[in-house]
């Protein structure tokens, strides 16, 4: 049996069983892209080329080829997207973002990540692989802050990632926080 919680920064799955549950600093026990994203893939508004987003002040562009999609209706306010990178949705990038309400509610960059600029916003980025074999899952999460001169915006992306789909897929990533600006 599985259960669904609620974790900033990912929404995690956590299983109950005699390998215990898996957590590492930076993004936790993701098992699949299906369990990153709280909607099923293909739903919501749709996304190609450019997104920009004037209430967070950022572009994005999605990689040619792919669509990203919100999993929510229409109407309901945006905080972020998801990219299948494989028909099978078993590779995908995941990008969330929301205005800080608390400060304990900041994000958190992990000790040993790699800094990185998404235009004004700054981050870090983590690697970090779960389970063995063929069923081996990579991981690479690059949290963000972005101070507005009236809010202060938190976000991640993440990647999720058979090891067999790495050299692909890791490609599509960076070439998606290439295109991610904030500040403009």
């Known amino acids: 049996m599985k259960k669904y919680v609620l974790f900033l920064p990912l ?8 390998a215990g549950t898996q957590v590492s600093e930076n ?18 508004t749709a996304f190609r080329g450019a997104v920009r987003n004037d209430d967070y002040h950022f572009v994005a562009h999605i990689p040619a ?23 099978d949705f078993e590779s995908c990038i995941v990008f969330e973002v929301h205005i800080r309400i608390d400060e304990a509610d900041a994000m958190k ?3 040993k990540a790699k800094t990185i600029s998404l235009g004004r916003a700054e981050g870090g980025q983590t690697r970090n692989a779960l389970g ?3 069923n081996r899952l990579v991981n690479i999460t690059t949290v ?8 202060i915006d938190d976000g991640y992306v993440l990647l ?7 050299p692909d897929a890791s490609n599509q990533y960076h070439a998606f926080l290439r295109g991610l600006k904030f500040g403009i």
């Open 11 to 18: 929404l995690l799955t956590i299983s109950a069983g005699p």
């Open 160 to 166: 999720i990632v058979p090891v067999k789909q790495l």
């Open 27 to 44: 993004t936790g026990p993701v098992q699949a892209c299906s369990n990153a994203f709280a909607a099923p893939p293909n739903t919501g």
């Open 132 to 134: 063995a074999g063929a």
């Open 65 to 87: 080829g792919l669509t990203a999609w919100t999993g929510t209706a229409e109407s309901a306010p945006f905080h972020g997207f998801a990219i299948s990178l494989d028909k």
């Open 144 to 151: 963000f802050s972005f101070k507005q001169s009236d809010q």
């Open 109 to 111: 960059r992990p000790q």
